[in-house]
Antibody, heavy 121, light 113 residues
Framework: EVQLVESGGGLVQPGGSLRLSCAAS????????MNWVRQAPGKGLEWVSY????????YYADSVKGRFTISRDNAKNSLYLQMNSLRAEDTAVYYC??????????????WGQGTLVTVSS | QSVLTQPPSVSGAPGQRVTISCTGS?????????VHWYQQLPGTAPKLLIY???NRPSGVPDRFSGSKSGTSASLAITGLQAEDEADYYC?????????????FGTGTKVTVL
């Protein structure tokens, strides 16, 4: 059974840092692209960051570029998101999501349960 | 920024059929890129409902169906049930975006009357 379990969320002051983790199991982690997707309270889904299966290709949404860093450790079946210079607008539930290639594009076939990040003084 | 537009809400009585539209443009759905749908039950993570416009993952009831035409896609729920009350999101690829080009719809809340 595929499982994605996020951790590391919490309350942080504006300008602070937080590191999220996502532990994967039930599939060959090193074969899949992974993503972070967030959802602000009462709002829709927003893609945050992408990392290729090997970690060699990385993308960020403009809203987090220069502040967030995605990484993975295939030996530990883990995905990470280092978040620096946090702002109030980064407050959201952060999901890790596995991407599966389709004929034209990707879809997210498995999601973690999410971890809440609250940026507030 | 969402470039796929969905109605904020739709509702129906148990047993009825409801449809949710997902309207895009020539750089995403209209360019032939496929549409995928997710269901988010209250307080839970999104779950893949439809992939590749009309394909259901194992375990998804056949009362859920998807279609695509032109610059729009639709999700239909036939025989609406109380447990279908949730938020629904479409997702596609947009060639005008940098990176992997993921784009989500604005989301639709389905209410079972």
């Amino acid at each position: 059974e595929v499982q994605l379990v996020e951790s590391g969320g919490g309350l942080v002051q504006p300008g602070g840092s937080l590191r999220l983790s996502c532990a994967a199991s039930g599939f060959t982690f090193s074969s899949y692209e992974m993503n972070w997707v967030r959802q602000a309270p009462g709002k829709g889904l927003e893609w945050v960051s992408y990392i290729s299966s090997s970690g060699s290709t990385i993308y960020y949404a403009d809203s987090v570029k220069g502040r967030f860093t995605i990484s993975r450790d295939n030996a530990k079946n883990s995905l990470y998101l280092q978040m620096n210079s946090l702002r109030a607008e980064d407050t959201a539930v952060y999901y890790c999501a596995r991407a599966t290639s389709w004929a034209r594009g990707y879809y997210f076939d498995y999601w973690g349960q999410g971890t809440l990040v609250t940026v507030s003084s | 920024q969402s470039v796929l537009t969905q109605p904020p809400s739709v509702s129906g009585a148990p047993g009825q059929r409801v449809t949710i539209s997902c309207t895009g443009s020539s750089s995403n759905i209209g360019a032939g890129y496929d549409v995928h749908w997710y269901q988010q039950l209250p307080g839970t993570a999104p779950k893949l409902l439809i992939y590749g416009n009309s394909n259901r993952p194992s375990g998804v009831p056949d009362r859920f169906s998807g279609s695509k035409s032109g610059t729009s896609a639709s999700l239909a729920i036939t025989g609406l049930q109380a447990e279908d009350e949730a938020d629904y999101y479409c997702q596609s690829y947009d060639s005008s975006l940098s990176g992997p080009g993921y784009v989500f719809g604005t989301g639709t809340k389905v209410t079972v009357l």
